[in-house]
């Protein structure tokens, strides 16, 4: 099963592993001071997001796909699934379930092999062949490539591109498919800057397990998940908008999935110990919104809305229940007096 994950690749690349591992012993001793200086000094406004970093899931989909869209879905994340061509033929269904739980979904070649020994027209059929597994089963004709292993060419290159594909590697490597364990998983995140993609795979316990302490790490950075931009490769907004806080501009007459509506932020009464938050949702009146606060605050009372909480009452997942386009909660600072609480998705429907 790990001979199929990706790799960074040792044989060939001797100098991009080691460039990985240095980057990595400097970046989380950066990441770590980063964290503390979030939890002691506390931002006084975390309400928007001041950059969007790509999450990735690559091999699917597998036994576990519903599984790994059950813990996106309740952190409230939007992610790219990199998939294998056979895999989709043979669970239709679940490639459906991605796109439906608002994942973005990639090329990731037809069994997983290593492209750089193929001809071109191998290549060519490799992926024409995948893009049309995919745009079968889901309706959605990719415009994203992670070649297996991250190994590429510009032979491969030329051949993606001539079918609509932008090739996308990674910034960052979470190690899942090396056994790293959930802390680990997490340190390895805590490196994403803004614009960033980082890989993980579909089918591993350990990822799922880490996305919560992910979301958390990202959440107190500021961060959000977004999508990569089929443009520049980089992680940009969900709706495609590249400056972060920006309202979707020109008409899309199709809202990105899982989409379809807007939020604005309304700081409310501010105690000693706590604090209120309206959330006014356009675009929609039946909706579904994530909204998650920065541990150790915690959200403990909410109006105006079917609530559910998750993570330690730090994610809200709200739904529409027919008394407005308004909702509100009160969040406990539990110490942490500055961060304030951040939209992670508006759904519609
Ligand atoms: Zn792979």
């Known amino acids: 099963m790990f001979g199929k994950l990706d790799k960074p690749r040792p044989p060939t690349a001797p100098g991009r592993l080691s460039h990985i591992v240095r980057l990595a012993v400097i970046a ?12 002691v000094a506390t931002p006084s406004s975390a309400a928007a997001c001041n950059g969007y970093v790509g999450l990735t899931f690559d091999d699917g989909p597998t036994g576990s796909t ?52 193929m001809s071109q027209s191998q290549m060519q059929s490799d992926l024409s062949q995948t893009n049309s597994a995919i745009q079968s089963a889901t309706g959605v004709r990719p415009q994203l490539f992670r070649p297996p292993y ?7 290159q030329s051949v993606a591109s001539s079918l609509g ?79 972060p806080t920006t309202p979707p501009s020109g008409n899309p007459t199709t809202p990105p999935p899982g989409g379809g509506c807007s939020t604005s932020v309304t700081p409310g009464t501010v105690w000693g110990d706590r604090y209120n938050t309206t959330v006014t949702v356009s675009g929609a009146n039946s909706w579904t919104v994530v909204v998650a606060v920065t541990a150790p605050q915690s ?51």
């Open 150 to 156: 991250g190994e590429t060419n510009s032979t491969l």
């Open 66 to 117: 519903s599984a790994l869209l059950s813990v996106l879905r309740n952190n409230g994340v939007r992610a790219t699934m990199f998939n294998v061509g056979q895999n989709v033929q043979n669970n239709r269904s679940a490639a459906q379930a991605q796109v439906s739980a608002g994942m973005w979904i990639g090329n990731h070649s037809w069994n997983h092999a290593h492209m750089t020994s």
């Open 165 to 243: 594909l932008r090739q996308v590697i990674w910034d960052v490597d979470s190690q899942d498919w090396n056994g790293a364990s959930v802390s680990q998983i997490v340190s390895n995140a805590s490196r994403l800057q803004a614009g960033q993609v980082i890989l993980m795979h579909d089918g591993i316990q350990n990822t799922r397990d880490a996305i919560p302490q992910i979301m958390a790490n990202l959440t107190s950075r500021n961060l959000c998940p977004g999508m990569i931009s089929p443009s520049t490769g980089r992680a940009v907004a969900p709706d495609g908008s590249t400056p």
């Open 299 to 349: 959200i403990t009372t909410t109006w105006s809305g079917n609530a559910s909480l998750s993570n330690n009452n730090t994610v809200l997942t709200m739904r529409s229940n027919g008394s407005g386009n308004a909702f509100g909660f009160t969040t406990m600072m539990n110490g942490n007096s500055g961060a304030r609480p951040q939209v992670r998705s508006c759904t519609a429907g």
């Open 28 to 39: 989380t001793t950066v990441a770590m001071g980063g964290v503390a200086i979030a939890v």
